[in-house]
């Protein structure tokens, strides 16, 4: 059953069973923990729609990477070669649209990429959401020590990506001080 009726007066339970309010900052933090999973499980549905003309597979590396990030924000076990495998993907989307920073550039161009943008927003707000509970020592168990590395390389990950998607589909970018 889908319901329970126990959090019609406003409450929720923690996974030890804890009943708490839903205001409470353990509850924001898993919201945006799943919030991020959701955005990037739309991110993803966009990608698979992209057919680039002689890289039929230009994305499935990336797809492999967001199923993964799923898998993590559920889990928050991220461990050094979680990291290790973002940085390898953002390394080979800079040397593909030629890594060379030329100023900050204004989210949008092509739709997906858009997206991508967004979900960029929403990981940069979970993270700041883990960071200010990552002090409580419930929650420090919690996390293992890559899961604040990896949702920080996450949202550098979806800007290489959205860099990618502009690049591959032929669409412009546009830069803050053009």
């Known amino acids: 059953m889908i319901y329970t009726r126990t959090g019609d007066a406003g409450t929720t339970s923690l996974p030890d069973g804890t009943r708490v309010s839903k205001t409470d900052a353990r509850i924001a933090c898993y919201g945006a923990l799943d919030e991020l999973n959701a955005q990037l499980g739309l991110l993803r549905a966009q990608l698979a729609t992209l057919h680039i003309e002689g890289a039929p597979h230009a994305f499935e590396a990336d797809e492999r990477l967001i199923v993964r990030a799923q898998r993590l924000l559920f889990s928050l076990d991220a461990t050094p070669h ?91 970018e546009t830069l803050v001080a053009e």
């Open 82 to 172: 979680d990291v290790e495998a973002l940085e390898h993907g953002i390394d080979a989307t800079d040397t593909l649209v030629g890594g060379i920073f030329r100023g900050f550039v204004l989210p949008g161009g092509h739709p997906v990429a858009a997206v991508a943008h967004v979900v960029r927003c929403v990981c940069r707000r979970t993270e700041r959401e883990l960071c200010s509970l990552s002090v409580a020592d419930d929650v420090q168990r919690m996390l293992q020590p890559g899961m604040m590395a990896y949702i920080n390389r996450l949202s550098d990950f979806l800007f290489a990506l959205a860099r990618k998607i502009n690049s591959l589909t032929a669409t412009a």
